[in-house]
């Protein structure tokens, strides 16, 4: 029997990339990982085309929110085992101070709510998050983190940032 992990992703605005990443994650983990994501400067709801593209493609979108990354700081928040930062902007903010001592990592993901164009560009910038992520995260939910100590989990977190490839969800809407 593997243990739960939790695992926290931030960005900025907590409307898309983190927003994808969460999703992605409850399904892709088979129940490993516990998934959860906020935002330095939350925008307050979901942007519409990460919930169309979550919902043609048959990811979880209950209790999907916008929310700030001060409640998984709060002295009552569930301790976390990875915070993953998957926008530069955020990177580049004074984090809480996340209890239990969480692994960190930084994966750059380009923001697909910053695309400007056509509503066919957008959607093809959402999309391509969503593959991006999804690569990341089935690489991620395949450690096995109970083997390695901290160090190398780090270092094999933050390598997984370097992986463009894999598989596409199957039968993934576009």
Known sequence: MHPTYR?????????ARSILA?????????GRFEAFSAGADPRGEVHPLALELLRNNDLPTEGLRSKSWHEFAAPDAPPMDFVITVCDRAAGESCPVWPGQP??????????AAVVGSPLAQKAAFRETLFLLQHRISLLTELK????DRLAL????????????????????S
């Open 145 to 148: 983190a109970e083997s390695l």
């Open 7 to 15: 695992v926290l992703y931030v960005c900025t605005g907590n409307s």
């Open 22 to 30: 969460e999703a992605l994650t409850r399904r892709l983990s088979g």
């Open 103 to 112: 692994i960190t990592a930084q994966w750059s993901v380009p923001d697909p």
């Open 154 to 173: 780090r270092t094999r977190l933050g390598d997984l940032a370097g992986h463009a490839g894999g598989k596409r969800i199957p039968g993934a809407a």
